[in-house]
DNA sequence: TTTTGAGTTGTTCGA
DNA sequence: GTCGAACAACTCAAA
């Protein structure tokens, strides 16, 4: 029978708009109990990193005072995600649970069994897709097997024409007569201690509203100039709204409307190619998540195969040097500073940071993907994996292996002026355009006005571009000839 | 099945 | 300084 109480499992879903489950709940005519369960656990060997529990914390926040404003509120707590789905189901006499569907292999597996579980419990238990444009089996090719090259994946998307529109959520949200025991936000313990979150706090709005906030400035100042802005560090040129979309306080059916309405509205063959270019970006997180879904090993192994047998360098100090920013690569070391204070990286400098690792430093794309969990805000493990391992030239795409991004290039062509240089390498602020992306081959002179020593106030530079991008090539050529 | 065209993000060389 | 071609040849998608 209808009615009753509903459970709504949020997980990465962390809103009220847009949300299928929220939706469908709501139209049973009953009460809905918003429950959020920290099971880190359940997530096996990627359980989310400081970053991503300091964000975590902050939207659970966002979306209780959400909740509250509606007349409802957030029951938060924590265990085996099965147990405390019965446990609260039998507290408030829920005949139903709802959620939203995850992708990683690990949930995957977890809300298979929950949801035999709970029917086997005699309640209902049904998931909804409020992640994706599309789910991660239905565009694939002709013979059903699933995209590997981003292009002919995205031509496909697009033919099969309706894209979903966002739900309207219902309010208010029917509280239920008696609610749960419920934990507290704090009891969850996710906020850093001590406390390093500064400048997380300073970059970042978690939450839902923090979320269409972000979208608005970058409709209103970014999007027109997204095709040169996105690849300028020193700009906010970029959407920012990767940690947003992993914890799902925005969902890509906004996003899409929200692009097409403002394109018909101004009504310009040049706006137009300006949206197309970021949604592509969006299609790329839905290609991410179909890679995930069909290959579900690539989060620890290489894609290809042959890449299994790479000689990696096993070497601590390198990669201890690359992420504390001290590589004597100014731009990869800006990054890298830029990473550990706001949990965030510019998606140009993700690209050489990643490159320089992987090809210069020649350590495991798996090292940085590591570090990179541990420490962004948008960790995301089907984002995280499709980006390293298209670096380490392993991975979807047949990147060719020749392609090593040369830093000091990057550099110049991407930060012209050093202005994101200077903002992230206090150390070097004194040197000018000209030598701040390569400190250590300025005159001495120079270096003594600037106030700067090498090997002192800034390190040299690790390894030598040339002759490692050398060695990297050798590497590779070694490994596809078997040797 | 075979064939053909194409593939996010780069660098370097030589005209 | 700018531009096109080569890098080296592989995998994927689709006709």
Redesign the pocket.
């Known amino acids: 029978m209808p009615g009753g109480t509903t459970i709504l499992w949020l997980r990465a879903d962390l809103r009220l708009d847009d949300n299928a489950a929220l939706v469908a709940a709501a139209s049973r005519q009953g009460t809905l109990l918003p429950l959020f369960i920290h099971s880190p656990t359940e997530e096996e060997s990627w359980m989310p990193g400081g970053a991503s529990r300091w964000w975590l914390d902050r939207s659970l926040r966002a979306l209780d005072a959400s909740l509250r404003e509606r007349g409802s509120r957030l029951v938060v707590r924590h265990g085996a995600s099965l147990d405390v789905l019965r446990d609260v189901a039998r507290e408030a006499g829920a005949g139903a649970v709802f959620w939203n569907r995850r992708y990683e292999p690990a949930s995957i597996a977890r809300d298979r069994i929950v949801k035999q579980a709970l029917r086997q419990d005699g309640l209902v238990a049904e998931s909804f897709n409020s992640a994706l444009l599309f789910e991660p089996w239905e565009n694939v090719?002709?013979?059903g097997?699933?995209?590997?090259?981003?292009?002919?994946?995205?031509?496909?998307m697009l033919k099969r024409g309706n894209v979903p529109s966002p739900l309207v959520t219902p309010a208010p949200i029917a509280a239920p007569s008696r609610w749960p025991r419920s934990e507290s936000i704090d009891d969850l313990a996710l906020r850093p201690r001590p406390d390093w979150a500064a400048g997380l706090r300073e970059a970042w709005t978690p939450g839902e509203n923090g979320a269409h906030a972000e979208l608005a400035r970058f409709l209103r100042d970014g999007i027109e100039n997204y095709e040169t802005g996105?690849?300028l560090p020193s700009q906010v040129g970029t959407s920012r709204l990767s940690p947003h979309l992993h914890f799902g306080e925005i969902g890509p059916r906004s996003i899409w409307k929200a692009v097409h309405d403002l394109a018909a509205d101004r009504g310009s063959a040049a706006f137009d190619a300006a949206a197309e270019?970021w949604l592509?970006?969006l299609a790329?997180r839905e290609?991410?998540h179909h890679l995930l879904f069909h290959f579900p090993h690539t989060a620890e192994k290489p894609?290809?195969p042959?890449f299994a047998r790479f000689e990696w360098a096993d070497d601590e100090t390198l990669l201890s040097h690359w992420q504390r920013g001290l590589t004597g690569y100014p731009i990869v070391d800006a990054g890298m500073r830029e990473l550990w204070a706001t949990g965030w990286m510019h998606?140009?400098v993700?690209?050489?940071v990643a490159?320089f690792l992987v090809k210069d430093l020649r350590v495991a794309w798996q090292e940085g993907a590591r570090w990179f969990w541990d420490t962004l805000v948008d960790a995301d493990l089907a984002n995280n994996t499709?980006?390293w391992q298209?670096?380490a030239g392993c991975g979807?795409?047949?990147?060719?292996?020749?392609?090593?991004?040369?830093?000091?290039?990057?550099s110049r062509?991407f930060d012209p002026d050093g202005i994101y240089l200077r903002h992230w390498l206090p150390e070097l602020a004194a040197l000018d355009a000209k030598w701040i992306h390569e400190p250590h081959g300025a005159p001495a002179l120079v270096l003594e006005a600037a106030g700067v020593r090498i090997g002192k106030d800034y390190p040299a530079p690790i390894v030598a571009?040339?002759q490692a991008?050398r060695l990297a090539?050798d590497a590779y050529?070694s490994m596809?000839s078997g040797r």
């Open positions: 090719k002709n013979d097997t699933p995209y590997r090259v981003f292009t002919p994946f995205w031509k496909s996105r690849n270019s592509r970006q790329w290609f991410a894609l290809r042959e998606n140009r993700r690209m050489i490159s499709m980006g298209w670096t979807a795409d047949a990147a060719p292996y020749f392609r090593v991004f040369n830093p000091l290039l990057q062509r571009h040339d991008k090539l050529q596809m």
